[in-house]
């Protein structure tokens, strides 16, 4: 618990000052101003009193009991006070002040000695390079914010104290109320991981927002997110998203999968809302704490102006939502008193004369259809608009029914009134259709994911896992930690993965052989360890049918990838029969180093790279990820039949995904694995090729 940041009996600033234009004296003052009810203890050497309260030498000064201690003085001086706050039995502390790992080397020394006190003493601490804490509901401004926000049920945890302020700051401007707001900064002890933890059970907190440059731990971050969001929505930014993934990345997974995707694929796999721009966070969080969440995604769209109502239609389909299908009833009943030009089915178009009286009977009729499980309103700025009562219409119509609703009124200066009509009865307004839109997706996928996460089922499938654990023990043991086709396939098969048959040859003879015993036509394909892109190096060979064509292009494999790779251990030759009539994909394993084992899926072959047309998740993986997974990809049709292509066995794709989330998950030293390609067929599907890395 940590309600002592939130909630405390008393609170000390050391580093409390005289001079107004000091950090200091303006914690203080937002500590005063803000209406804390506790105890304070300003701490400044140099001072009796500050801002009429008595002011103490240093903390062992302070003869009372002192639960949260701000910390606002130089990095240098900011150990041997945490030190001192220890002896003292402080159990909270926050530091605003700076100069710690973000400033380099010696920065961080400080921050390693910081965090040795703080478990000496056993005490929670929340920064260093912090903006401070804000709790509305218990008055307390522990920050150097510009002012205490409005009381509300959004909770903020950033750890950019600067986008903090800008969100406190939006908040003011749009009526918007806050909770809680936490600025952790560099995150030496309290992380979001706590936090979260905190206000899962708040009763004064509906909404979480979240903005984050790091996550602590990720595998706990989505085991408690995926838990929360159970209860309340969290809304996420997060910057650094262009960083690259590893450069050593031996497959096409590891290849493919930098550290975004594997944000994105955590953030899938927790339910998190994630917004990719500071104005979606305002206008999620504008959503989220305003209005009840959809029960369904079909929209209703009133409007008094074409273009804007084509323009939210098309949003509307883009976004996987869907105009609502008026009941027979309702259809009617706007007939009776809709002008004939209006079009009365979906979208509404009132006209632009449309008073607000022509808006108030067409809301009333469509709240009430148990079609409609959403509103947007469109008003444009035209001579008989009638904005303001219009806006006071929507606002005591919306309070009659548990359905989100939404505005757009569009313009500026005209359209003032009725915007601070509907912010001041938390009705949403947008700047532009396609923005009512996305929040109102944005809210759908979150009742979707609710949904998702009651009918998921993980499944579980009869495996020989000891046999599996036996051969990478062995691997271990001779220290090899890739491998190849031969030995990847036999792991796939204990787990219950089809693959097809071959021979591993290891000269010409051997291939002559094989061709002379077996009759069919053949792919013949290098075996080599450290050739990943076997047509990049020549080593393959197609349409193989007698021991002549064999022996020719054993000798021509091998040339060709000793040319491509001189320093290549060259195994010999696999011999298998081709495969034909059905479309490649690829599946792959990535294991990520904050959230585990990233698995990918898509079009395989020479391909997957260059359309880069895949999806990702994060293992394990229920019925419902799978299912997501393939109807994510761009290429799906291919898959379901195109013009004179059947179609392809969706199904047994989908169990080979479920039987490698269970292997991965089963042995954790798989660091990547590439099946690729898997050919599918109207019935059944087999894998050709495979390659395992493992972390040793």
């Not at 971050?221 to 450069?247: A, Y």
């Not at 969080?285 to 273009?307: D, E």
């Not at 979707?448 to 020989?464: A, R, S, T, W």
């Not at 494999?557 to 195994?571: F, G, L, T």
Request: charged content about 30%; proline content about 3%; some cysteine.
């Amino acid at each position: 618990m940590l309600n002592y940041f939130f909630n405390p009996e008393s609170v000390c600033l050391i580093g409390a000052s005289t001079n107004p234009e000091k950090l200091g004296f303006k914690i203080l003052k937002n500590i005063i101003d803000g209406g804390y009810k506790g105890k304070i203890f300003p701490v400044n050497p140099k001072a009796e009193q500050i801002l009429n309260l008595k002011c103490y030498k240093n903390v062992s000064e302070i003869p009372y009991f002192i639960e949260l201690a701000i910390v606002a003085i130089p990095s240098d001086f900011v150990c041997e006070v945490v030190e001192e706050l220890g002896k003292k039995c402080v159990k909270g502390v926050i530091i605003i002040s700076a100069g710690f790992k973000e400033t380099g080397e010696e920065g961080k020394k400080k921050e390693e000695k910081l965090k040795e006190i703080i478990k000496k003493y056993n005490m929670r601490v929340i920064g260093p390079n912090c903006l401070g804490v804000i709790d509305t509901k218990n008055k307390l401004n522990a920050s150097f914010a510009f002012e205490m926000p409005q009381s509300g049920k959004i909770s903020f945890i950033t750890q950019s104290g600067a986008l903090g302020t800008a969100i406190l700051d939006w908040s003011m401007k749009e009526n918007v109320g806050f909770s809680k707001f936490v600025s952790f900064g560099n995150k030496v002890d309290v992380s979001e991981i706590d936090l979260i933890e905190e206000l899962e059970n708040d009763p004064d907190t509906n909404v979480i927002l979240l903005y984050l440059e790091s996550i602590t731990d990720g595998r706990k971050f989505i085991d408690l997110t995926k838990r929360v969001i159970q209860k309340k929505p969290i809304i996420l930014i997060k910057s650094g998203k262009t960083e690259s993934g590893s450069k050593s990345a031996i497959s096409h997974t590891g290849s493919l999968s930098g550290s975004d995707i594997a944000f994105n694929a955590a953030i899938k796999k927790s339910g998190i809302i994630r917004a990719n721009t500071v104005e979606e966070l305002f206008d999620y969080a504008l959503i989220f704490s305003y209005q009840p969440v959809l029960k369904g995604n079909r929209i209703c769209v009133i409007t008094n102006a074409g273009g804007p109502s084509v323009m939210t239609v098309d949003m509307i389909e883009e976004k996987g939502l869907n105009l609502a299908k008026f009941s027979l009833q309702t259809i009617e009943n706007l007939k009776s008193f809709l002008p004939p030009a209006s079009n009365i089915n979906n979208p509404i178009d009132v006209l632009g004369d449309a008073k607000a009286d022509r808006y108030e009977k067409v809301i009333e009729e469509v709240i009430f259809d148990d079609n409609v499980d959403g509103i947007i309103v469109i008003l444009t700025p035209q001579i008989t608009t009638q904005i303001r009562e219009t806006a006071e219409i929507i606002a005591r119509i919306s309070k009659k029914c548990e359905k989100s609703v939404v505005a757009c009124f569009m313009g500026g200066k005209r359209v003032e009134e009725g915007i601070n009509i509907l912010k001041q009865n938390k009705i949403p307004n947008y700047f532009s259709p396609e923005r009512c839109v996305i929040s109102l997706k944005a809210m759908d996928d979150y009742r979707k994911f609710k949904e998702k996460v009651i009918k998921g089922k993980y499944i579980e499938f009869k495996v020989e896992k000891e046999k599996v654990r036996e051969k990478i023990e062995n691997f271990k043991n001779q220290k090899i930690s890739i491998i190849g086709d031969i030995e990847g396939r036999e792991i796939l098969s204990f787990y219950g993965i089809n693959t097809i048959t071959s021979f591993l040859a290891k000269n010409q003879e051997e291939c002559e052989k094989f061709l002379e015993e077996n009759k069919g036509v053949f792919v013949m394909k290098v075996v080599s360890p450290d050739i990943i892109h076997k047509t990049e190096a020549g080593g393959i060979k197609l349409g193989i049918r007698t021991a002549k064509q064999a022996k020719q292009a054993f000798e021509e494999i091998i040339n060709s990838s000793i040319k491509y790779k001189p320093d290549a251990r060259i195994i010999g030759v696999q011999i298998q029969e081709m495969v034909e009539k059905g479309v490649e994909v690829i599946i792959g394993v990535n294991k990520d180093i904050q959230f585990g084992h990233l698995i990918m899926f898509g079009l395989g072959g020479i391909y997957v790279e260059l359309l880069k047309d895949v999806s990702f998740r994060i293992a394990p993986l229920t019925d419902i990820d799978v299912d997501e997974m393939i109807n994510e990809i761009k290429t799906l049709r291919i898959l379901k039949g195109f013009r004179n292509m059947p179609a392809c066995d969706i199904d047994a794709i989908k169990e080979t995904i479920l039987r490698v989330s269970q292997l991965v998950c089963d042995f954790p030293e798989i660091k990547e694995m590439d099946i690729n390609p898997i050919i599918v067929k109207e019935k059944d599907s087999i894998v050709v090729d495979v390659r395992f890395v493992f972390d040793f």
